[in-house]
């Protein structure tokens, strides 16, 4: 896999500065670089930069460290005595463990759903046919994450929603082991839509198995793909 240098993303970051409000904190920045990482903006193994990023959030050095601090607890970033932080390059066994997860709560959100709020979901899947229809296939990633996130929504828990965040973002940098984005995330469209039918027509044991065919088949390619990198990748 290959190791780049955070400089040139960090620079987009600039436009995230309002995000942080009047009285900026790590915990804002680390939900910015969180999503950022989440939309597919940095590489896993990328160093990034305390400078950089720093001048492009306009925060100080010491409430960078914190954020990076917060993020490293989350297993999105390592610190290398000596060489600096890191986007964490993620092992098989993190894949395994974080569809583990998904399968718990996003399947029981499926089935337990009482006339749920389906708009994020219908959002999110009009957002990856435009993606789509614009052969932006890493926008078209980042539309799937977020039909997930709306699907673990349905349980209405807020914590729910929090761990999901961090889950979401760790999967992001698993996706990157994928050469082609588009064969792998365009057919996986398709099945969005087959769930969002199927919880419309109130179907959500069927929307549930759909589910967790649709898990296990990412799981698996995921999966093949760790498997066959070579050592230097």
Known sequence: MVIADSSGSSMGLAADRGLLGRTSTAERVADVLRTRISEGYFLPGARLSEHDIGAALGVSRNTLREAFRLLTHER????ELNRGVFVRMLSLDDVVDLYRVRKVIECAAVRN??????????????????????????DLGTANIHFHQALASLTASPRIDELMQGIFAELRLV??????????????????EEILQLLREGENRRAEAALARYLNDAEHQLVKAYSSRTPTD
């Open 76 to 79: 999105l970033l390592s610190h």
């Open 113 to 138: 759903a009482v006339n749920p709020d389906l708009s994020r979901l219908e959002s999110a899947v009009g957002d990856g046919l435009l993606a789509e229809r614009r052969e932006g296939w890493r």
């Open 175 to 192: 996706f990157h082991v994928m050469t082609d984005p588009r064969e792998f995330h365009q057919p996986y469209l398709l099945r969005n």
